[in-house]
């Protein structure tokens, strides 16, 4: 009886290593493919990478160091995590993380927790001054210390959440690029899990037993348009498996010219035979 449980855990514990290994493969081909699309990281880069304490972030991390081993230019990097002072933030957690995997960090230490409380009305959400006051430390500490690439956590059902939001609320076309200027102009932002989803980051994370910190520590409500926008995708990926999916490859496959956005195409200088870049083969070929 003993050993045949015994051999029945054994088993169990076999099979979820290798779905793990089998998880981890993917997500690095995919992670790959991401970086090498968009040409985010290139001989000499120094990169920097934010660390929050949940599962996105350090997902990401674990993939650059493993992609690092073996890619074929020669990269640094570094691990950086903005302690913002929230009540509760187990500061030991990160150092302890990093210490054992050998790689470069630093801690920065400022109270943008206090800074917010103070200045944001009650009742008023705290996210949008609370992250501006975070990239502002983090933009700067890249500047005083030659970092090249910032690289941030956001996964593709990130970026097609932020799409709808914008869609939404801000009656904009716009998501989060993978490779963007920063606001500042003064920094490439990469975000090498543009094609990872969220469910197989939680996957991920749950195998690899990162040590995760709470993201509420703030007390701050969730953005409720984006839960909302959140709620909406899973209701319609429920409904049509795959959607997701189609909207964030439609993200990477814009038509210009079918939208009405005059800044980024010349609607008043169309004429018959002029449409740029099309060759008379592909003029041919267009469906009538
Ligand atoms: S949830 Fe909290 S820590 Fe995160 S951005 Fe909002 S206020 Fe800041």
């Given amino acids: 009886m003993g050993n045949k449980a015994g051999s029945a855990s054994c088993g169990a514990a076999a099979k979820s290593s290798r779905t793990l290994t089998r998880l981890a493969a993917r997500l690095r081909g995919a992670v790959g493919r991401c970086i090498a699309d968009y040409r985010m990281i290139s001989e000499g880069d120094r990169v920097m990478v934010c660390l929050s304490g949940g599962k996105d972030s350090y997902t990401l991390l674990d993939l650059l160091l493993s992609l690092q081993r073996s890619a074929p230019v020669h990269f640094e990097l570094l691990a950086v995590n903005l302690d913002q002072k929230q009540p509760g933030f187990p500061a030991h957690v990160l150092p302890a993380y990093l210490s054992s995997l ?18 944001v009305p009650a009742g008023r959400t705290l996210c949008g001054l609370c992250s501006r006051l975070r990239r502002g430390a983090l933009y700067r500490f890249a500047s005083e210390n030659g970092i090249t690439k910032i690289a941030l956590g956001h996964h593709r059902d990130d970026i097609v959440e932020t ?5 939404f609320f801000g009656g904009r076309l716009k998501a989060m690029a993978p490779k963007v200027l920063s606001d500042d102009a003064r920094h490439i932002v990469i975000r090498p899990l543009a094609y990872v989803t969220e469910r197989d980051i939680e996957r991920y994370a749950r195998g690899r037993g ?15 348009q984006r839960l909302a926008v959140k709620k909406m995708l ?29 800044r980024h195409f010349d609607f008043a200088g169309l004429d018959v035979g002029r449409i740029t870049g099309l060759t008379d083969e592909a003029m041919v070929d267009e469906p009538l």
């Fill in 102 to 119: 050998g790689v470069p960090f630093k801690i920065i230490e400022q109270d943008t927790y206090s800074v917010v409380r103070r200045v």
């Fill in 210 to 224: 990162f040590p995760l910190i709470p993201c509420r520590l703030c007390g701050s409500q969730q953005n409720m």
């Fill in 234 to 262: 899973a209701a319609w990926e429920q409904e049509f498996p795959g959607r997701t999916e189609s909207i964030a490859s439609a993200l990477r496959r814009v038509e210009l010219e079918h939208l009405g956005d005059r």
């Fill in 163 to 167: 799409l709808f939001l914008n869609l």
